[in-house]
């Protein structure tokens, strides 16, 4: 029998259980079949004890990250939180694809800087995947999430240098969009001139020509969140009033409508000039809308039930407009009486009507002094609590076109060109 650290070895039913003393008593911690690997257990535990890691129960990582990625899941809709479902299986996802196969299988005390950068290694071939560097980086943030969230449950209590970690610098890729974040890109003005001519031209040619000329009008005119627009009943047009009341949307994980918005700034009234080209293209989506969709409460509904027009649809007719104008590349095919797409190119991947926000708001901001508009205006048309949160996401933009840029350089060249005045 061996005293170790408190720690005792016992031959017992033909196995070698290890004890650990306290007090006056014996809790078994363990039991191993051969007395070499319960010594082996011991120096681990003595190492620990020095590194401050000795822990009375042992979770393993994955299975408690599948415990996490659960709640997360099946908790989604908190409000407070901002998880949604889909951000929520977005733990799961991770579990399933990167952490089980690349994470090294170890306890939960045992997570530290050099787990991680065991998992960064496999994860990314020692840098010979640069391509997956962004994801490895959402994993490890997620990780981290896990981590705090154990600390919480105080399942242990130090993840110093687990927190600490970040991938070592010689594994970030050289290509920027490997390695940084893709920024939307903003349509130029005349590209939505163009776009706008085109699907108001074409608005009776069939029933997705009509969606397309009521997305784009809307996204135009008023920037809103596509989750926004989808959620606009017929009663939040007020025509006589000239305004568009912003009053929920249309929840996709629920796929129901919601009052619930994404901040306290998202709920507004929005309006338009009683003269201008907005009020007459609303006055025909509504117009078109009770047409077509008599029975349906909502603006853009579906050609069938009582349901707006699906989340697939809107991106389908908007990425089916920007290919007829040349600013995409699709493949098309039939699936199941569907006609599916698959984007090959497109210079609006991934902010297909968000680029049309982006416009809006750096169209405002950058007129700000010219149309003397304050920052609280600008930051409730745009569904913002803060006007510095409409300023440092949507404020750096450059709409110039070649042209401008050089009338713009010329009125600067001929101001300083005028005599400067010395002080006599």
């Known amino acids: 029998m061996t005293n170790n650290n408190k720690l005792w070895i016992r031959h017992k039913n033909k196995n070698y259980v290890v004890q650990k003393i306290e007090g006056n008593s014996a809790k078994q911690v363990a039991k191993f079949p051969t007395k070499a690997l319960a010594k082996e257990y011991v120096k681990r535990h003595q190492i620990a004890a020095a590194m401050d890691k000795v822990v009375d129960t042992e979770y393993d990582f994955k299975d408690l990250f599948l415990k996490f990625a659960t709640i997360k899941s099946e908790g989604g809709r908190n409000v407070k939180t901002?998880?949604?479902?889909?951000?929520?299986n977005r733990y799961m996802a991770h579990l399933n694809l990167y952490i089980k196969p690349y994470f090294p299988d170890c306890k939960l005390h045992e997570v530290g800087g050099a787990k991680l950068a065991t998992f960064v290694d496999?994860?990314?071939?020692?840098?010979?995947?640069?391509?997956?560097?962004?994801?490895?980086?959402?994993?490890?943030?997620?990780?981290?999430?896990?981590?705090?969230?154990?600390?919480?449950?105080?399942y242990h209590s130090n993840f110093q240098s687990a927190m600490e970690y970040r991938i070592d610098t010689d594994l970030k890729p050289k290509d920027s969009h490997l390695a940084e974040t893709v920024t939307a890109t903003v349509i130029r003005p005349a590209e939505a001139r163009s776009l706008l001519e085109f699907v108001w031209q074409h608005r009776n040619d069939s029933v997705h020509a009509a969606y397309a000329c009521m997305l784009f009008t809307i996204l135009f005119y008023f920037g809103f969140r596509a989750s926004e627009i989808l959620g606009l009943k017929k009663?939040?047009?007020?025509?006589?009033?000239?305004?568009?009341?912003?009053?929920?949307?249309?929840?996709?994980?629920?796929?129901?409508?919601?009052?619930?918005?994404?901040?306290?700034?998202?709920?507004?009234?929005?309006?338009?000039?009683?003269?201008?080209?907005?009020?007459?293209?609303?006055?025909?989506?509504l117009d078109y809308s009770n047409?077509?969709?008599?029975?349906?409460?909502?603006?853009?509904?579906?050609?069938?039930?009582?349901?707006?027009?699906?989340?697939?649809?809107?991106r389908k007719i908007l990425y089916g407009t920007?290919?007829?104008?040349?600013?995409?590349?699709?493949?098309?095919?039939?699936?199941?009486?569907?006609?599916?797409?698959?984007i090959v190119e497109c210079k609006f991947k991934g902010c297909i009507s968000k680029t049309w926000r982006h416009l809006k708001a750096a169209q405002l901001?950058?007129?700000?002094?010219?149309?003397?508009?304050?920052?609280?205006?600008?930051?409730r048309v745009m569904g913002h609590d803060l006007f510095s949160t409409t300023e440092?996401?949507?404020?750096?933009?450059?709409?110039?076109?070649?042209?401008?840029?050089?009338?713009?350089?010329?009125?600067?060249?001929?101001?300083?060109?005028?005599?400067?005045?010395?002080?006599?």
């Not at 901002?82 to 929520?88: A, E, I, K, L, W």
């Open 291 to 314: 047409k077509h969709f008599p029975s349906s409460e909502y603006l853009i509904a579906a050609t069938r039930g009582s349901n707006p027009l699906s989340p697939f649809m809107f």
């Open 365 to 379: 901001i950058q007129s700000k002094n010219v149309l003397q508009l304050s920052e609280d205006h600008i930051k």
């Open 322 to 342: 920007y290919e007829v104008l040349g600013f995409a590349k699709l493949i098309w095919c039939k699936e199941k009486n569907s006609k599916k797409f698959t």
């Open 392 to 424: 440092e996401i949507y404020g750096n933009h450059d709409l110039f076109d070649d042209t401008e840029h050089k009338q713009l350089a010329a009125k600067i060249e001929q101001y300083r060109s005028n005599p400067i005045k010395l002080i006599s």
């Open 122 to 154: 496999n994860f990314l071939g020692k840098g010979n995947r640069p391509e997956r560097y962004k994801t490895c980086k959402l994993v490890l943030a997620n990780i981290r999430r896990f981590l705090r969230w154990c600390l919480k449950m105080q």
């Open 82 to 88: 901002c998880v949604t479902q889909s951000g929520g």
């Open 235 to 285: 009663k939040h047009i007020n025509l006589d009033g000239c305004y568009v009341d912003v009053r929920g949307k249309f929840d996709k994980e629920l796929y129901a409508y919601t009052s619930e918005t994404k901040n306290a700034g998202s709920k507004r009234k929005v309006y338009f000039d009683p003269h201008g080209n907005a009020k007459e293209k609303l006055s025909w989506i």
